[in-house]
Structure formats: C-alpha cells, structure tokens
C-alpha cells in the first residue's frame, strides 16, 4: 500500500477566496456569517447564511463558460486552480491517463434549477436554455476540472448530504493508496443559498435564525454556507521523487451507516467511524491531537457526536481539542467536508487550532475541550475530519503531521 | 432591426464575430459553430421572434427548417413568423 499526502490545496468559502485568506480568517476567529442577499430573501424565515461575498463570476468566466457553469461549478473551478497550481503537477502521458477527480456535492445546480423553475412556473415562460442540463447535473463540475486540467482517469460525483465531501476524498484515498492513481483530484463544493435552496431547509425547523453556536448551551440550529474545497491526494513517493511541498498524510478513513433513522444521528454510527479510522490509520486513539466536528449547531448533532466522541476516547476525550469550524463558514452540506479539512491541515502544519466561535454557554452534554472561541497554538500528531449526514452515512478522516 | 439584422447579431454573437463578418451564404460550420452552439443559437432565435423551431439535434439534417447557411434560416424564421396567429 502506497502513502498517500495532500499536496495541493484551494478553497472559496465565506471566509475567504483562498486556503491563506480562509487559514488567516479562522486563525481570527473570523464569522463569515451574515444576512443572505439574494432575491425574494424576504419571503424567507431565514435570512442568515454563510455566503460568498466579492465574487464576481463574470471576469472570471467567458460567456460559454457562464452558459455551463452553475456556480457551483464556479467555485470548484477556481478551488481547483488554487490545489492544482501548488500540487505543481501537470498532467498528460500516463498521470492524465490515471488521474481523476472524486468531488462531493448534494444538491448540484441547486441554483440552476431554481432560476428555470422560476422561469416555467412564476414566469410562465415555455421554453429554457439549452444548457440547463448540463449545467444543474451533480457531476458537472467534476467534469469541468476533467476538461480543465486533463484529467483522464476515474472521474465521477459522490451524493451522500452532509458527508458528501468525505466520501469522496475517502475514494480518492483508496485510489492513491491502492496505485491504481499517483494523483487525485478530491473535495467538493456546495451552493444552494438561494430562494428554494433555503426555503427546502428552513421546512426541516433546523435552521437557526441568528447564528452557528455549535456545542454552545444556547445554540438553535444550523447556518448554511457555500463554496469550494478541492485537494491533490498524491501518493507520497511520486511527491517525495518531484520534491514537492507535503501539506500533510492522510492516513485512513472510516465510513459507517447508521440503518436507523433518516435525519436523527446515532452515536454508535458516528463511533464506528470514528473508531474505524482510527484502525485504519494504524493510530492509537492518543495520538489524536485535534477533531474537526461535524459540529452542526443542532442539538442532536452535537451532543450525540460528543458522545461518540467520550466513547471511542475514554479519558483521552478530555486532552484533545475538538472545535466546528461551521461556527464561522456555515455548513457547507455536500462540500462541508472538504472546508473542514483545511482546518486540520492549519492543526498539523502550522500548529493552529481553529475555535469554535460564536460560543456562549458550557453544555454538560458536550463536555469537551471545543477551543471556544479564540484559536489556539498547539502540536498536532493526527488529527480527524468528521462527517455525519442526513440518511445516517457517516465518514471520518484521519490526517497526520509530515 | 430586420428579421436579417437580429438573425446576424445572434449568429455573430455565438461565433464570437463582429456581424460584419457574417453574410448571408455563410454557413455555421463557415463560422465556426459545433453542435452545442446551433442549439443556442435555435434557442436564441425561438426568444427572439416568439416562435417555436422544429429542430432535433438527433437529425439535424432531416429537420423542416433548413439551416444550411444564415439565408435559408431568415427564410425559415419568416415563414414560422408569417405563420404564427
């Protein structure tokens, strides 16, 4: 079995419109929620969201582009440029050939549907672009960076709600780590903070209506976000022989269904995933140094993920940190995974742990160390992504320091 | 704006050219447009004139309305708009 290192990194997200800007906004305990604009926000009950703000898809895209590109589609295109330009690999001959790009996202051209639906039922027009297919399609975007970047091995589009992101990053590593790939491209990306997008959750009475307050006593409810993140898994000799800068190992992953309940999480599930990447990895549970929560903001996710969390740990639950970084970008839902992992990567190679913000009241339910909002220096060995989706499939990552 | 002007603009601005260079024996090929960019155009002229093409990108060739150079689609565009009630 191969080695397999992160060693490109790109992101969009309301924090920032790269891994340095989005690194130095956690770093701040930055919030990048805010009120939502986008039309008929009025007609919503929620109007807060993580959005990404200063975008202009317009220079970025010519009018070819526009026409196929949903947006998002646009952020994991300009998420790719950013991993792909510092992996510093070029792809043709036989890496074109096997390399490929897993990317996670639920919901898709959330948006596209939303505008052509407006069009044929509010409107009553008869008649859309061409293009609407291709361009609202789950895969899309991962076959805009196949083309971008000639990617012509495995390709495809993993929809799994909120784990979206790491069950494709976790392909992506069996990938790498199996050398059927020297490279992957993996992550995922997410934009439904739209009309429809945010009238579909608010149905849900999950959401909260004034902020992300993960672990906190007083927290009520999620925030949506959107945006991008995208990675190069490579396998560590191919990097190591182009000396290539290595962010960081990924060292297993686990994935588990509850087969319970289809929006209620279980601790058991999550613990098996937990625990599962941690065998995985070959990693004893004291090496973990920081936990990226999946950290929603319910009140189910977070005291039953604490819980998870007590259970596969023992004592050792109380020594590590676990921040959610939701808290500051919102949920990203099929592309939350891939944000979060940035900011274990931030633990390991730098030595920072990103808080958990917006934190008001210690909860006796989630009794750990959630690094309260200011972040925090420390030396992380191993740290882990978790993610735990509506439909009860779970998948946690386990990423070590080089 | 005739029925040749808007056909031209909608013509030029999918082959990405300036409408002079657009005449009336040009073909799409001529232009440079695939088979994506001949259904944006059909798109764009069914909005223009409010009329519905019978065009399938399946059998382009075997379509009522001829589409062998920018002439023969005014022609078909007139025809569609004389016909409309």
Partial sequence: MKRVVITGAGTINALGHSVAATFAAMREGHCGIGPLEFRDVERLAIRIGGQVHGFEAEGRFNRQQMSLYDRFTQFTLIAAKEAIAQSGLEFHGELSAKSGVVLGTAGGGVSTWDDNYRSVYEDGKNRVHPFVVPKLMNNAAASHVSMEFNLKGPSFTVSTACASSNHAMAQAFQMVRSGMSAAMVTGGSESMLCFGGVKAWEGLRVMSKEACRPFSANRNGMVQGEGAGIFVFEDYDHARARGAEILCEVLGFAMSSDASDIVMPSKQGAARAIAGALKDGGINPEQVGYINAHGTGTVANDKTECAAVADVFGPHADRLMISSTKSMHGHLIGGTGAVELLACIMALKDGVIAPTISYEEPDPECALDVVPNTARDARVEVALSNAFAFGGLNAVLALGRV | ?85
Avoid at chain 2, 6 to 20: G, H, M, T, Y
Avoid at chain 2, 47 to 54: G, L, R, V
Avoid at chain 2, 57 to 75: G, H, K, Q
């Fill in chain 2, 1 to 85: 704006m005739s029925t040749r002007d808007k056909v031209i603009a909608i013509v030029a601005e999918q082959a990405l050219l300036a409408p002079s260079d657009v005449t009336l024996t040009s073909t799409l090929d001529d232009l440079g447009i695939d088979s994506m960019g001949l259904v944006e155009c059909i798109f764009a002229i069914e909005e223009e004139f409010d009329i519905s093409i019978p065009f399938n990108a399946n059998t382009p060739d075997e379509s009522d309305f001829d589409i062998s150079n920018v002439a023969a689609i005014i022609a078909g565009i007139d025809k569609l708009v004389s016909q409309k009630t």
